[in-house]
């Protein structure tokens, strides 16, 4: 047996596991903390040697539905993404539980609870079982390889997607790894029935019929799952339901074998019923400890018969909102916590603050002298590095909601009588989920200036390539806007007046007009420019 280890990251180890376990390709958006996942796989030596293909998607339903064509062709894939993006693959996700798949398909999405670069920390888990899939949680980086290595098993198993819900410590910690044999490439096969993908509604009733059947082999494999274990104790009182990294932080607590309580292990979905069962025969009061939203303490709550304490973030044990760890479980299952050594003076915590000599910078000082004189006027924003603009010294933005939100709610507010009403968003956000907002803003002549802040990469996440590199100005027009509206600036020290001089020009124009600021990330442009000399 093998037991070299290497040391990855929670996010290699499942790009590490989707190569060895047979992936021909990997779809994805860029998203913290998800991205390295897809990096991983973009630079190892073996994936590019296989030519595992892994370039980059508009989107994250993009991605989901051309990871569903990859395994309709009999592939093996793997498409990743964060929480929020999940809430835009959601229609492909869904339906695709309806459809099966394939070849096999691991869905990777990484949730962010305490957000730290998120909008919100909302629970993946629940996805996965409103679409009625299997779920793994992996507690530490082995089960996160082995877990995409038999996901993609799993999935052909089953016929269905399967997802791997990982959250941001999980995703940002090292461990040593432990590989499988490397398994071999799917051939190219269609599916057997070829009315499989056609969810006609017809065919769909019979496929949802084959869906809510097979959820019965999920339960066995769920009761079954080495990942599942139930370990009673001698003492009957109290007991311990650990979920994925939960588990993590109550060996860190506790030695395995040494733990006093009856410990249940969940890192399977469904909630295995059969091992709760045990629970309940076993303890006469009960702590769930799981990252996210309660969704096993609702569980226990309603599979229980007997009257049972149970204790979690929804009595209070734990608190409601914000990641976990080790100390936090500590004071929940009553044991001290030892502090750890104090943060040296020199860590200060610093506001962020974009980049001095970043484009967006001159495009917000522009368009806040340009707006000067309106006294009414707002600038709705998207999800980007520009979003700093809502912090000093520009303190100009007044909206941030979600990917492609800027355009459609400066519409919408303008609709309503707002004058002027302002879009401040991102050349990847733009094609992301920002095009056919715009599209609804030509055929409404809504009376809005669209800012596209190209910095020619998707700067926030790391500077990965942008989907709408070289193509602003022709999509604009594509969709309708009138091309002596499209115009383009360099957001440079020097062109001030000229910047503001024309924002002001479009300020006035009744109509829909884009501005885009176009010059390079210089984050992205100084590591382009390292990398062309090594
Ligand atoms: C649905 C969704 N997917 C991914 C993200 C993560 N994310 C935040 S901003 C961003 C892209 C920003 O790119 P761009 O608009 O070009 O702005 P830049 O950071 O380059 O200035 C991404 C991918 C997110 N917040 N929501
Ligand atoms: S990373 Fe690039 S886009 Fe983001 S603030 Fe810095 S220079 Fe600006």
Redesign the pocket.
Same mark, same amino acid.
């Given at each position: 047996m093998n037991t070299k280890k290497d040391l990855l990251l929670g996010v290699e180890a499942i790009g590490q596991g989707a190569i060895d376990g047979g992936i021909s390709g990997v779809y994805a *958006?860029?998203?913290?903390p998800s991205t390295e996942i897809t990096e991983f796989i973009q630079n190892n030596k073996l994936a590019v040697e296989k030519g595992i293909r892994s370039k980059w998607s508009a989107?994250?339903k993009t991605a989901y539905e051309a990871a569903l064509g990859m395994s309709y062709a009999g592939k093996r894939v793997l498409v990743c +993404?964060?929480h929020?993006?999940l809430?835009?693959a959601a229609d492909a996700f869904i339906n695709s539980a309806i459809t099966g798949i394939n070849g096999g398909m691991v869905l990777t999405v990484a949730d962010d609870p305490s957000m730290h &670069?998120?909008?919100n920390e909302q629970d993946s888990r629940f996805y996965g079982k409103f679409a009625l899939v299997p779920i793994l949680e992996p507690s530490n980086q082995q089960e996160a390889y082995e877990m995409t290595f038999e996901g993609l098993q799993i999935s052909e198993e089953t016929g269905l997607p399967v997802m791997l819900r990982i959250t941001t410590r999980l995703a940002h910690s090292r461990s040593g790894i432990i590989r499988r044999k490397i398994t071999k490439e799917n051939k190219l096969q269609l599916p057997e029935d070829p009315t499989q993908f056609i969810l006609l509604p017809a065919i769909a009733r019979k496929r949802y019929k084959i869906l809510l059947e097979k959820q019965k082999l999920l339960a066995r494999l769920t009761d079954n799952s080495k990942y599942n274990f139930f370990r009673p104790a001698k003492n009957k009182k109290a007991g311990i339901i650990a979920c994925g990294i939960g588990y993590n932080y109550v060996i860190e607590n506790f030695n395995e074998k040494e733990c006093p309580y009856s410990l249940l292990k969940i890192s399977q979905y469904p909630v295995p019923e059969s091992l709760i069962a045990k629970m309940e025969e076993n303890c006469n009061e009960i702590i769930v400890i799981e990252e996210g939203y309660p969704v096993v303490e609702e569980a226990v709550k309603s599979l229980f018969s007997k009257k049972i304490l149970i204790r979690g973030r929804l009595n209070g044990a734990l608190p409601r909102d914000g990641e976990l760890n080790a100390d936090i479980v500590a004071n929940a299952l009553g044991k001290k916590v030892l502090s750890g050594p104090a943060v040296p003076d020199l860590v200060v915590s610093r506001p962020p603050a974009l980049c001095q000599g970043c484009g967006?910078r001159d495009m917000f000082k522009a368009l806040n002298s340009a707006l000067d004189k309106y006294t009414k006027g707002r600038i709705f924003s #998207?999800?980007?590095? *520009?979003t700093l603009g809502a912090l000093p010294p520009f303190n100009c933005i007044y909206s941030c909601v #979600? +990917?492609g939100a800027s355009i459609t709610m400066a519409k919408g507010a303008s609709d309503a009588g707002l004058a002027p009403s302002v879009a401040v968003?991102? #050349?990847?956000?733009?094609t992301?989920?920002g095009i056919t907002g715009l599209l609804d803003a030509v055929n409404d002549n809504a009376n809005i200036v669209v800012i596209i802040?190209d910095?020619e990469?998707? &700067? +926030?996440?790391g500077g990965q390539d942008?989907s709408?590199f070289g193509k602003i100005e022709s999509i604009c027009a594509g969709v309708g806007v009138d091309p002596v509206h499209i115009k383009v600036l360099i957001p440079l020290p020097k062109n001030h007046d000229s910047m503001v001089q024309t924002i002001e020009e479009e300020l006035e124009f009744e109509g829909v007009s884009v501005i885009v600021f176009s010059r390079e990330?210089i984050q992205a442009a100084s590591r382009r420019r390292r990398e062309n000399k090594s």
């Open positions: *958006y860029p998203g913290t989107n994250e +993404m964060k929020v993006g809430n835009v &670069s998120s909008q967006h #998207d999800i980007g590095c *520009y #979600d +990917m968003i991102g #050349d990847s956000t733009f992301h989920s802040s910095n990469s998707v &700067s +926030m996440t942008s709408a990330c």
